[in-house]
């Protein structure tokens, strides 16, 4: 009778524990279904072709991580040729950072021929806080470019790097700002640049940068301006692709921590003879 007891125990226990064992695959499954669907979102709101224009030569490049993160970028082209261009990294993984993707994918479509990159914004920023998306927030960098004449803005995202054909220097433009969405109101600012024919101008989101190796050590920031100045000669597209080689090089095994977004924009030809504008806010 003992043996018997102790044997229906041990049964009860084996299916208690087949029984978790299903529960936790059954979890895994859906874990990893809504990731995918996370994935095919964030890859959906992506433009489906670059813009085409006589004096740019435009490359873009996203790859999210294992666990899906929430970049983006976008472009725009007004009526009157200006070249809008939006890279964002929003808070947050899975269908939340979707869902704020998906959002900003809206603003953008509404408010991206505005003249004010600290406009659109505003506007953004507001709608987003409207929503209440709780501690959802999208850190953005946006650029303007219309003929030999670039504007940058930027709330909560890396510096835009520019390189100055010229010179063969790296201008790095840095605004700190809060990330769209965090606050009701913030005096955000825009910056005015003269760009010259053989110059590129880089956006990328941290996933860079802040890449990890398999020790633990992160790129850095730096690393990013000394590829941009050794590429910049080549086109936009054989810049992208240093940038992705040397980031999966340093990676090496370990997988990547964060979404890597790059845009790169070489200008080929300068349209306008105004006087150039400086760099002020």
Known sequence: MTLALENARLVG???????RRQEIEAENERRAKELEEARQLQLSMLPKRLPQLPHL???????????????????????????????????????KA??????TKSLFNAFAHEPSITQFFTQSSQAL????????????????VKENCLTISAAGMPPVLIYRAPSGTI??????????????????????FHLSPGDAVLLMSDGFPERFNERGEMLDYARAKTVLQTTAAHSSQEIVDRFVRDGDEWGGARPQ?????????????????????????
């Open 13 to 19: 226990r084996m299916i208690v524990e087949e029984r």
């Open 57 to 95: 030569e435009i490359a873009a490049y996203m790859k999210p991580a294992l666990e899906v993160g929430g970049d983006y970028y976008d472009f725009h082209v007004s009526e009157d040729g200006t070249l809008t261009v939006a890279v964002g990294d929003a808070t947050g993984h899975g269908l």
């Open 98 to 103: 979707g869902t704020m993707v998906t959002a």
């Open 129 to 144: 806080k409207r929503m209440n998306l709780r501690s959802l927030y999208m850190a953005m960098t946006v650029i303007k």
């Open 171 to 192: 201008e790095e433009v840095s605004i700190r700002a809060m990330p769209l969405g965090s606050v009701a109101s913030f005096p955000y600012q825009q910056q005015e």
């Open 257 to 281: 921590d964060d979404d890597v977004t790059f845009v790169v924009l070489k200008v080929k030809a300068v349209q306008c003879t105004g006087t150039p504008l400086s760099s002020a806010k």
